[in-house]
């Protein structure tokens, strides 16, 4: 049986068997009834065919009177060319031959898995992940489906319906190119497409979309009436409502959209010395993992919103976070098209515009869990009413240097805040509050995950969770069963993912006197905490996952 059997269909057909060359060697077949054999049992593969019904596509109504013995000596071909002397993958059962492959073995089941992943980042809000995605699976056609084999009914039916599937794909694409922002890039592709395939409403839309938003008002409009006319000229109808209502959109007035952009915000307690230093220009909020910096931000936002008529724009930047961080580009990307605004290609060119759109507005702008600070420079806004919030646990003295950003650092809750945060789940106030609040750093992570669980389970008392904590693992309790994502752990993780194993190993110490190699990484991070010069700290929740990990992983 061959060991890596392919097969490709989207445009002559061809087939590769194992090799040991760096590159794949496809090879044609030169023969036309071959190629017909072939692309029959390819396109009903995992089915048996008869033989009639390969003498019927082979020769059509009048085959000749060796047709069938033509056949099986076609098949005997087959497998000698594909390694399959044996018919494991070309299987012979009593009705007919049948052929065995599997998606991967196909391009088009690579085209498939492509176009299905590209999907999913679209509608999840990755445009960029689905433009690569798309345009890989595009990349795969070399022109028409089984365009070297004689166009029989079943052949021609196939070809159709994996055309139809490009189209869905190459629709799918420039949406997600859209999103992206490069309107200008996708204009020729779309004149193009809509004079091979007219009739199809979509690329009509997208056409007018692009040429409105690179500012090419009166030809979007002329995009219009010229697919209006076509409809009713071939279809005897007028254009979709939708088409109808992106006219409505690029005849309006431009008028002033105000985003609404910020997410609920958690309960929050205290801070008030925090809240009293936010606002005006540029504020950075660092802290640990879990401190509840995002919480400290939106609540301000909601507090201080009167003083932002034109709305806020938000933006996890996902610095620490297991998916990859968010690029700028898509950032200002998704910020101007927030704001109604053309979408430019280039960094620099969104940079300049959203520079340009927040000149003259009261706008809050809240950047959250930044990974460092050339991840927040492109979306500063220049000279501007606008104010930024940015909350990250790198502590951003870059930002500080360059920007002169004005810096919050966040620390734990003050003992009463804590247990008012439990009061906020539990209820009334229990007697351990107070001790089960220290045994989680008063940090408001630890203390909603402890809340959290006791309230899913009536059967722990506060004090029993205080002895599993005082005596247990500690980690492990301040986890949530079924959600991995969500943890003491897991926010620790991310924290500590790029530390090597010696300076994870500082973190075992109770204290760490300066100068030591990778400390001040540690200060930067907020992994630990400084008293008086030289001297540090490790909170106790930092210094169980430090043994923890070390004693796991190294």
């Known amino acids: 049986m061959p060991a890596d059997l392919r097969f490709r269909l989207l445009g002559p057909l061809e087939l590769a068997v194992s090799t040991d060359s760096a590159e794949t060697d496809w090879a044609a077949i030169a023969s036309t009834k071959r190629r017909a054999l072939l692309a029959t ?4 593969a995992g089915e048996t065919v008869r033989v009639d019904q390969l003498v019927h596509e082979l020769w059509g109504a009048r085959p000749p009177d060796s047709a069938t013995t033509q056949v099986h000596q076609n098949v005997m071909w087959l497998r000698r060319t594909i390694g399959d002397e044996h018919g494991q993958v070309l299987v012979t059962d009593e009705h007919g031959y049948r052929l065995d492959v599997t998606a991967d073995q196909l391009d088009v089941g690579r085209f498939d898995d492509l176009t299905r992943r590209g999907l999913v980042a679209l509608h999840d809000g990755a445009p960029e992940t689905a433009a690569r995605l798309l345009r890989q699976a595009i990349g795969l056609w070399r022109g028409n489906p089984y365009s070297d084999v004689p166009p029989t009914e079943l052949v021609t039916a196939a070809a159709q319906r ?26 020729a592709e779309l004149i193009q497409q809509v004079e091979v395939h007219p009739l199809r409403e979509r690329p009509w839309r997208q056409l007018m979309t692009a040429l409105h938003r690179t500012g090419r008002q009166a030809e979007a409009l002329a995009t219009f009436q010229r697919v209006r006319q076509l409809w009713v000229t071939e279809l005897g109808e007028e254009p979709s409502a939708e088409l109808r209502r992106l006219q409505r959109q690029i005849l309006a007035p431009a008028e002033r959209i105000v985003p609404r952009q910020l997410p609920v915000s958690p309960g929050f307690v205290g801070r008030a010395a925090e809240l009293s230093q936010l606002g005006g220009g540029t504020t950075a909020i660092v802290g640990p993992a879990g401190v509840g910096k995002t ?20 933006a996890d930047l996902r610095g620490f976070d297991r998916r990859p961080p968010l690029p700028p580009t898509e950032v200002l990307a998704r910020f101007l ?42 979306l500063l806004p220049g000279p501007s009413p606008a104010e930024v919030l940015i909350t990250s646990r790198d502590d951003m003295r870059g930002l500080v240097a360059t920007h002169g950003v004005h810096r919050v650092t966040l620390g734990p809750l003050r003992p009463d805040d804590a247990t008012e945060l439990l009061s906020t789940v539990l209820g009334p106030a229990d007697a351990e509050f107070g001790e089960l609040a220290r045994l989680c750093d008063h940090l408001p992570l630890a203390l909603r995950i402890a809340a959290a669980n006791l309230s899913a389970r009536p059967q722990q008392t506060v004090g029993d969770l205080v002895d599993a904590l005082r005596g247990g693992d500690v980690l492990a309790e301040l986890s949530v069963p079924g959600d991995p994502t969500v943890g003491l752990r897991a926010a620790l993780d991310l924290s500590c993912a790029d530390l090597s194993r010696d300076t994870l190993l500082l973190l075992t110490q109770q204290e760490i006197t300066a100068p030591v190699p990778g400390l001040d990484r540690l200060a930067a991070r907020h992994l630990v905490t400084q008293h008086g010069s030289g001297r540090y700290t490790v909170p106790p929740l ?13």
């Open 295 to 314: 919480a400290l931000a939106l609540h301000w936002g909601v507090v201080a919103g009167e003083k932002f008529p034109d709305g806020q724009l938000y």
């Open 542 to 554: 930092v210094r169980a996952y430090a043994n923890t990990v070390t004693g796991l992983c190294f």
């Open 337 to 378: 098209q927030a704001l109604g605004v053309p979408v430019p290609d280039g960094e620099d060119e969104r940079a300049a515009r959203y520079r340009t759109t927040l000149a003259d507005r009261e706008m809050l702008v809240v950047l959250d869990n930044a990974r460092d600070p050339d991840q927040v420079r492109p």
């Open 41 to 44: 049992l390819l396109i009903r």
């Open 162 to 187: 994996l055309t139809e599937r490009w189209l869905d794909a190459w629709e799918n694409a420039v949406d997600a190119e859209l999103a992206c922002g490069r309107h200008e890039s996708v204009v």
